[in-house]
C-alpha cells in the first residue's frame, strides 16, 4: 500500500457565480520515500489539491466534495480537526511558496520554529531549542543561535525558505509537501534549495509531493509525474515516460514551448492557442479541446478518462492511440 | 561595423539611503555602478542577473526614467544623459518599455482603447479618428481583437494584458524597447506566445531591445548578445551562443548549471552556489563575486577586476580569466 493514496478527489469552492470545481476526479498514490510532481499552469487546481490533502483548504468556500484521500491507516477527508491536527505538521510537513507571508512577521523565528515540535511533543521545552538550532544548521543557515532570536524580515528570501523548510521538518514527517517552494527565489538559490530538499529526504527517508509550473524542477526531483490541467489529471507516469513518451497534446505542447539553453536562439517556441477555460463554463467534453491542435468533433462530446498506456504511464485523450 | 543605436560608458547609479535622525545619507545604496554597454539597430542585448544585481534600475536609468548620478547615455547620436523633463518628451516616442506586471503597468479605469491612445495624445499626434485607426490597427498586430479597445484591463487575462502593454509599447513606432521580465509573470505556454511575438515584432519593424530577466534560457533565446550583471557590475558579456557555451565567469557558468534543465536524463550534479548576493550598500572588497566564488584566490579580495578583452566580441571581468599579457 502506497503511503499516500489520493482517489478521485474533487474539491468545490463556493463562488458568487456559483459552485466552482477547482480539482475534478485527481487520483495519483505517493509511495514511501518518492518524489511526486504536480505539475500545470496557474488554476489548474494543482495548489487546491494540496491544501485538500492539508485540509487547509480556505473556509467556509472551500469543501471536499468527493473522493478519499489514505494516509497511513486514515482517510484524511473524514478526520475531525483534533485528529488532523495531530497529522498535520507532525507526520505531513508542508512548505509554501512565498516565505514571507508563510512566517508569521511579529513572532522570532526560534519561537516558529519550535512551535510545532512543543505541540506535537516531539521535544520537550528544555532541549527544544538546541534542536531548533540544530535544524537551522541542517537546513544550511549560519549562526542558528543568532537566528533563532532574529525576525522573518532580518532574513534574506532564500533564508527564510530555508526556515520553512526546517519547520515543515521539525517532526520529521513521513510526507512533505512542498507547494512551489522555489519559484520566488533566484536560481542559484533554487538550486541550493532542491538540492537540501533532496538531501534531507535522503536522509529522513520522507516521500515529497513537489508542486511546481517549472517542468526543470519536475524532471530533476521527480520519480513520478501527475499532469493537470484545468482542474483534471491530462497524463501521468514516470518522469521518463512524462518527457521522453508524452502522450496528450497538453504535456507535448508544454514541452514544445519551454526555450532551452540549446534551442536556436530567435527561432519559434511551440506554442499553446488560447487560453485555459474559466471553472464556471467548463466544456462538456475534453477540458483541452479549445486548444488541442488534434481536435475531433468528438472530443466536444464526451470528456476522455484516464486511459492506461502502460504500466504506470496513463493518460485522459480519447485520440492518444492515433496520435 | 554599424554605428551603436545605443551606447552607455560609465553609468552609475547611486541612490542615497537616507538614516538618522536628520535623514541625512551618508551612504549610497550603489544600484548601478559603472556600466557600460552598446545596443545596434535590430540587436537585442539581453541582461540577466538575480534580484537585487541592478537589472532594472540600469533599463530604467536607460529609459531615463531615472537621472543617471554618473556616466553617459547616448541614444542616436545625442547624449540623453541630463534631458530636462520637458525635453524627454520627444525622446519618449524613440525609447518606450514594457513592464513585468501587465496588471499594474495598465490603468485599470481607462479603456483598452484609451490606453493605447494616450501616447499619440501626449505626443500631439493625429485626429481623433486616426488614433482609433492606429488603436485598431496595433491590437491587430499583437494578436487582439478589434473589440478589445472598448474593454477593460481586467477582463483580460495575464497573457492578453501583456499584449497590451506591448501595443502600447509600439505605438509610436519607437526604435529601442526596454523589456523588464516581460514574461516572468506568465504561465509557459502564454510566455512562449509572447516571446514569439516579441521576435516578430522585431523582425517586422526592425526594433532594437533590451531585454531584461532572470532566465537565463527565456534570455539566451531572444537574444543576439547577453550581458550579466552581478552587485551594479556587468561581469560578462558575449554572444548568445558564447554564453552559453563557453561562459568562462565563474558565476556565469554558476548560473548557467543552476537552471533546472527539462531533461530527465541528465540528473547532473552541479556545483551549487553558497550564500546569497551581497548588498550593493556595502559590497565586498576587491572582486564583488569573490565571497561565494569557488575559485576566489587571495588577489581576488584584494584588487577589484575591470571588464577586459577574452575574444572577439566576448568580455569577462575576473582576474582568472584574462587572456595572459
Known sequence: MALLEVAQLATEFATDEGVVRAVDDVSFDVEAGATVGIVGESGCGKSVTALSIMRLLPQPAGRIAGGSIRFQDHDLTTLSLPEMGQIRGRKIGMVFQEPMTALNPVHTIGRQLTEGMLLHKACGPRDVLRAAANLLDRVGIPSPDIRLGEYPHQLSGGMRQRVVIAMALSCRPDLLIADEPTTALDVTIQAQILELIKDLQAEMGMAVVMITHDLGVIAETCDQVVVMYAGKVAECGSVFDIFDRPAHPYTRGLLDSIPRLDTIPKSRLGVIEGMVPGLLDLPAGCRFENRCPFVVPACGEQAPSLAQIEGQHSVACSRWQQL | ?325
Not at chain 2, 260 to 271: A, E, G, L, M, Y
Open chain 2, 1 to 325: 561595423m554599424t554605428t551603436p543605436l545605443l551606447e552607455v560608458r560609465g553609468l552609475e547609479m547611486h541612490f542615497p539611503v537616507k538614516e538618522g535622525l536628520l535623514l541625512r545619507s551618508r551612504i549610497f545604496n550603489r544600484a548601478v555602478d559603472g556600466v557600460s554597454l552598446q545596443i545596434k539597430p535590430g540587436e537585442t542585448l539581453g541582461l540577466v542577473g538575480e534580484s537585487g544585481c541592478g537589472k532594472s534600475t540600469l533599463g530604467r536609468c536607460i529609459a531615463r526614467l531615472y537621472q543617471p548620478t554618473a556616466g553617459s547615455i547616448v541614444f542616436n547620436g545625442r547624449d540623453i544623459t541630463r534631458l530636462k523633463p520637458r525635453e524627454l518628451r520627444p525622446l519618449r516616442q524613440d525609447i518606450q518599455m514594457v513592464f513585468q506586471d501587465p496588471m499594474e503597468s495598465l490603468n485599470a479605469r481607462h479603456t483598452v482603447g484609451d490606453i493605447l491612445e494616450e501616447p499619440f495624445i501626449v505626443q500631439r499626434l493625429h485626429s481623433p479618428a486616426e488614433r482609433r485607426q492606429r488603436v485598431a490597427e496595433l491590437l491587430n498586430i499583437v494578436g487582439l481583437p478589434a473589440r478589445s479597445a472598448s474593454r477593460y484591463p481586467f477582463e483580460f487575462s495575464g497573457g492578453q494584458r501583456q499584449r497590451i502593454g506591448i501595443a502600447r509599447a509600439i505605438a509610436l513606432n519607437p526604435k529601442l524597447i526596454i523589456c523588464d521580465e516581460p514574461v516572468s509573470a506568465l504561465d509557459v505556454s502564454i510566455q512562449s506566445q509572447i516571446l514569439n511575438l516579441l521576435i516578430e515584432l522585431q523582425q517586422e519593424f526592425g526594433l532594437s531591445y533590451l531585454f531584461i530577466a532572470h532566465d537565463l534560457a527565456v534570455v539566451k533565446h531572444v537574444s543576439d548578445r547577453v550581458a550579466v550583471m552581478y552587485l551594479g557590475k556587468i561581469i560578462e558579456t558575449a554572444d548568445s551562443d558564447t554564453i552559453y557555451r563557453a561562459a568562462r565567469h565563474p558565476y556565469t557558468k554558476s548560473l548557467i548549471e543552476a537552471i533546472p534543465v527539462p531533461d530527465p536524463h541528465r540528473k547532473i550534479s552541479r556545483q551549487v552556489l553558497s550564500g546569497d548576493v551581497p548588498s550593493p550598500i556595502n559590497p565586498p572588497h576587491g572582486c564583488a563575486f569573490h565571497p561565494r566564488c569557488p575559485e576566489a584566490q587571495d588577489q581576488c579580495r584584494q584588487k577589484a577586476p575591470t571588464l577586459q578583452a577574452l575574444s572577439e566580441g566576448h568580455w569577462g571581468s575576473c582576474h582568472l580569466i584574462y587572456p595572459p599579457v
